[in-house]
């Protein structure tokens, strides 16, 4: 009689450790709404905004960066939107965007090696998301939308030996376009 009370007592214990522990980590999560673009994502910790631009062949671009570094996991997470401001871009569909809209060339990714891409659905939103090779010892996967007049980029950077997939999932999953007039033509 007095085991079984000690077991469950044990029990009781590991379960307010493991609920404190789910805790502890889910609270480094925060909601980023983004008022003048009318988004919302949840990232892995206080993002950091960053105005930045790249060079194309053809054009210079200028975007909004917000980033967040995850030293438990040992990853990156960009949040990058790039108007889209060229008067040969409007009124063209989000398909037709995703593959003519030069991308802001992040440092890391110039030299990255695409190991894949799948154009998928999201309600009515339509995506690009691309498995990459940055290095030998790191590895990126894109998301990106072509809504509007915006271009959408999110890209997970991690080490390959710890890859972070639920962190991912969760933050590639959890950007929201706020307004109802995004429609895929």
């Known amino acids: 009689m007095i085991s079984n ?3 469950i007592v044990i029990a009781s214990i590991l379960v307010l450790i493991l609920t404190g522990c789910a805790l502890a980590v889910k609270s480094k999560w925060q909601f980023l709404y983004l008022e003048k673009y009318d988004i919302s994502i949840e990232m892995p910790g206080k993002a950091r905004h960053f105005n930045m631009s790249s060079q194309t062949a053809s054009s210079s671009l200028s975007y909004d960066e917000w980033l967040v570094n995850d030293d438990e996991t040992n ?4 949040l990058i939107l790039q108007k889209i401001e060229s008067e040969q871009y ?3 569909p989000d398909s037709w965007l995703l593959e003519n809209v030069p ?3 992040v440092g890391f990714m110039v030299k990255a090696k695409e190991l894949s891409k799948e154009r998928e659905y999201q309600g009515k939103l339509i995506y690009d998301e691309q498995i990459w090779q940055v290095d030998k010892r790191q590895g990126a996967v894109t ?3 072509a809504i509007k007049d915006m271009m959408v980029q999110l890209i997970h950077l991690y080490r390959k030996n710890a890859p972070a997939e639920l962190e991912r999932i969760r ?5 929201k376009f706020e307004s109802n007039s995004n429609k895929m033509e």
């Open 5 to 7: 009370r000690k077991n």
């Open 75 to 78: 990853s990156q997470y960009f």
């Open 90 to 92: 409007k009124g063209k």
């Open 103 to 105: 991308h802001p060339n």
């Open 143 to 145: 998301r990106t939308y």
């Open 171 to 175: 933050f590639m999953d959890s950007i």
